[in-house]
């Protein structure tokens, strides 16, 4: 029976998202890995289902100040991708691409922000590489556009958009570990609705 919003999702649906979200996020960090030239791992990935301000709670704070990459996708998916990381992943990784690191996301450079905008688009890629492939469907991204924000203010986008036919996002959350060090990250993956049916058909659970 087809869902007619994220609330209706079932265990077995929502294990077989977790498992494409692992995956997903595994080639990310390969990808990750090959551009920095640095072993990369990745935590347990958590896929779950949030309403905007839990959302929020579970990333941090409303005045937070992140960075993000947004990819829309068309095709036989439609949706947002929408990759956030704060200020310590984001000077990790710089310190590899550039050798420079930022006390703050408002001192940062048109060089900082050109990469980073790269590795989250580079990472959505990954994740919706390996996504298709599994999933037998085609999905063309568009140019990525980036922004610094506030988190609550970066969350309204997708709100706005899908707002009118869900206030959920489905969340996937796995640290990134490099030298030891975890690095906190956030991809939101929000499909509409036909879209997560058709999903969830080729997949054989719906």
């Known amino acids: 029976m087809a869902i ?10 929502l294990d077989v998202m977790k498992e494409i979200g692992s995956i997903g996020t595994s080639h990310a960090a390969t990808s990750l890995s090959k551009m920095l030239q640095k072993e990369i791992r990745i935590t347990i990935p958590q896929v ?3 309403g905007y301000e839990e959302a929020v ?13 947004l990819v829309k996708m068309s095709g036989d998916v439609d949706g947002l991708m929408l990759f956030l990381f704060n200020l310590d992943f984001a000077n990790t990784v710089l310190e590899k691409m550039i050798g420079v690191s930022y006390s703050g996301f408002e001192t940062m450079d048109e060089l ?8 989250g688009n580079i990472i959505i890629c990954s994740y919706i590489n390996a996504f298709s492939q599994l999933v037998n469907v085609d999905i063309e991204l568009s140019v990525p556009s980036a922004t610094i924000n506030m988190l609550g203010g970066i ?3 997708p709100i ?3 707002g ?3 206030d959920k996002l489905m969340y ?4 990134f570990v490099m030298d030891g060090k975890n690095l906190s990250d956030w991809l939101l993956m929000l499909p509409d609705i036909r879209s997560l049916n058709e999903i969830l058909t080729k997949l054989g659970v719906s």
């Open 4 to 13: 007619r919003s994220y609330d209706d999702m079932n265990l077995q649906e």
């Open 48 to 50: 779950t289902i949030l």
């Open 57 to 69: 709670d579970r990333i941090g704070d409303m005045e937070q100040i992140v960075a993000a990459t």
């Open 112 to 119: 900082a922000n050109s990469a980073l905008t790269e590795i």
């Open 155 to 157: 969350l309204t986008v």
């Open 160 to 162: 706005a958009e899908y």
């Open 164 to 166: 009118y036919e869900t």
């Open 172 to 175: 996937c959350n796995a640290d």
